[in-house]
């Protein structure tokens, strides 16, 4: 019985670490990290989908958190599944 509870919370972090992860890895020359890292502030960058599919290269970026809102501004963007190039202000 014992057993079952110890297989049970392994199973239980493993799952709640992969659905927390973020779903973008951010490469740029700043981040500010505010409200306790519910909020990122980055620069002149790259913002990466943790997929590889989604590349998104702007000025400045805003991401949310609790609403996994990623806001870019004047940048382009790439969506390599679809061969698709974006540009945006």
Same mark, same amino acid.
């Given at each position: 019985?014992?057993?079952?509870?110890?297989?049970?919370?392994? /199973?239980?972090?493993?799952?709640?670490? /992969?659905?927390?992860?973020?779903?973008?890895?951010?490469?740029?020359?700043?981040?500010?990290?505010?409200?306790?890292?519910?909020? /990122?502030?980055?620069?002149?960058?790259?913002?990466?989908?943790?997929?590889?599919?989604?590349? /998104?290269?702007?000025?400045?970026?805003?991401?949310?958190?609790?609403?996994?809102?990623?806001?870019?501004?004047?940048?382009?963007?790439?969506?390599?599944?679809?061969?698709?190039?974006?540009?945006?202000?």
């Amino acid at each position: 019985m014992k057993n079952k509870y110890f297989i049970f919370l392994i /199973i239980y972090f493993i799952l709640c670490k /992969i659905s927390f992860a973020e779903p973008f890895i951010f490469k740029t020359s700043e981040i500010e990290i505010r409200e306790e890292g519910k909020v /990122i502030f980055a620069t002149k960058g790259t913002a990466v989908s943790k997929d590889n599919n989604l590349e /998104i290269q702007a000025d400045n970026f805003e991401y949310y958190k609790d609403t996994d809102v990623l806001k870019a501004f004047n940048g382009i963007a790439f969506i390599k599944e679809d061969n698709l190039k974006v540009e945006f202000n």
